[in-house]
Nanobody
Framework: QVQLVESGGGLAQAGGSLRLSCASSGDNFKNYDAGWFRQKPGKEREFVAAMRWDGVNSYYADSVKGRFTISRDNAKSTTYLQMNSLKSEDTAIYSC???????????????????????WGQGTQVTVSS
């Protein structure tokens, strides 16, 4: 069982920045593809960003491309989401997730589907005021 714990959420002004962190339990994080998703009130969970297990490839939703950056530190079993130029529409609960036992790299469209991820964090609230 993999436990994921997010931190770094909170309140930010429009145009501001936040950095989310997601720490994983165990020693196998370096083998996991990792992703960030968000869920707005009354909406379905949506893809934000993902990164291959070795950090070589990253993927972004069009709505955050150029503003958000995903990264990872496998030595710390942690993935990060740097969010810049925040907008009110970025307000959501942000959750990290990992894929265990395989990589999605052979069919990269799978990175965008929450159904492909095996373990999830509890989520952290991000609120952007305009």
């Amino acid at each position: 069982q993999v436990q994921l714990v997010e931190s770094g959420g909170g309140l930010a002004q429009a145009g501001g920045s936040l950095r989310l962190s997601c720490a994983s339990s165990g020693d196998n994080f370096k083998n996991y593809d990792a992703g960030w998703f968000r869920q707005k009130p009354g909406k379905e969970r949506e893809f934000v960003a993902a990164m291959r297990w070795d950090g070589v490839n990253s993927y972004y939703a069009d709505s955050v491309k150029g503003r958000f950056t995903i990264s990872r530190d496998n030595a710390k079993s942690t993935t990060y989401l740097q969010m810049n130029s925040l907008k009110s529409e970025d307000t959501a609960i942000y959750s990290c997730a990992v894929v265990a036992g395989r990589s999605l790299t052979y069919f990269s469209a799978n990175y965008y589907s929450p159904n492909e991820y095996d373990y999830w964090g509890q989520g952290t609230q991000v609120t952007v005021s305009s």
